[in-house]
């Protein structure tokens, strides 16, 4: 698949808010599309590997990497009530460390600020290596429980070392994640009811990061690997267009980059 008709068929897909291709070297990342949006670096350098999805390059996340857009400029990602969106990663995760990884969202837990985001091997409910979808109507942890525990969590984990999708959606009354084109489907986590809509964070909520968030007072759950693109959509995409979103984005070998 060449990388012109990847990055069409995400551009195309009604919806789109921003699609970050990950083309640059390091330094600040730009986002295509009516939401023209900067990641900035918030812990050194986050460098690129020369292979991707949308190009020759992808952003190469290490332990501590991090990036943030500031809420106040990008205010169409601010997802709260029932508002529908989705966040689909383009993922080339590293080993495999048994610990939580945070790919994308607003999700600040120090301030008590989360609303949305997709974490790798979240923990809760017996998971471990799959696509998890956090939703916070409170903000807080759970009534009753340490942290939060409202989450679509997939079944399948997620492999090292190759390109896959990664999908999460929220349509205002359910969440879903989804994995190489198809819904992850696991009893009562995915999809996982949640009528109960997101955080509204207002103005001192959470900015939308990229491979870590706030927790504890310090930012951590760091994602390590490789980072080909990220997308979000203002609505929840159907499942035949998230499966065509896979077959037309993911790079294979026989695929001419």
């Known amino acids: 698949m060449k990388v012109k ?3 069409q068929a995400a551009m195309e897909v009604p919806g789109l808010i921003s699609l970050w291709e990950m083309q640059e ?8 599309g009516p939401g023209r949006y900067r990641l900035r670096e918030m812990a050194g350098t986050v460098g690129s590997a020369e292979e991707g999805v949308f190009g ?10 991090w990036l943030a857009v500031p809420r106040s400029e990008c205010p169409a990602l601010d997802f709260h009530g029932n508002a529908a969106f989705t966040l689909a990663a383009w993922i080339k995760r590293g080993e495999e460390k048994g610990e939580c990884q945070a790919v994308a969202g607003m999700w600040n837990e120090t301030g ?6 997709m974490f790798l091997d979240l923990r809760i409910w017996e998971s471990a290596n799959q696509v998890c979808g956090h939703v916070s109507a409170e903000g807080g942890p759970t009534p009753g429980y340490k942290y939060c525990m409202s989450a679509a969590i997939g079944a399948t984990p997620v492999t090292s070392g190759r390109w896959q999708l990664a999908v999460f959606t929220y349509d205002g009354q359910n969440a879903r994640v989804y994995l190489d084109g198809r819904l992850d489907v696991r009893e009562g986590f995915n999809p996982y009811p949640y009528p109960e809509g997101l955080h509204d964070g207002g103005s001192g909520g ?15 759950n760091f994602y390590e690997g490789l980072l080909g ?22 790079p294979t070998p026989l695929q001419d980059a």
Do not use: H, K, N, W
Request: proline share 5%.
């Open 56 to 65: 020759p390059r992808a952003a190469r996340f290490v332990y501590g990497d």
């Open 5 to 7: 008709q990847a990055r």
């Open 112 to 117: 008590r600020s989360r609303q949305y985001c």
């Open 206 to 220: 959470s900015d939308f990061t990229v491979g870590g968030v706030d927790r504890s007072g310090t930012p951590g």
């Open 229 to 250: 693109g990220l997308a979000v959509y203002d609505r929840a995409l159907g499942d035949e267009e998230i499966a065509r979103l896979y077959r037309d984005t993911i």
């Open 25 to 32: 070297q390091s330094g600040p990342r730009e986002s295509s």
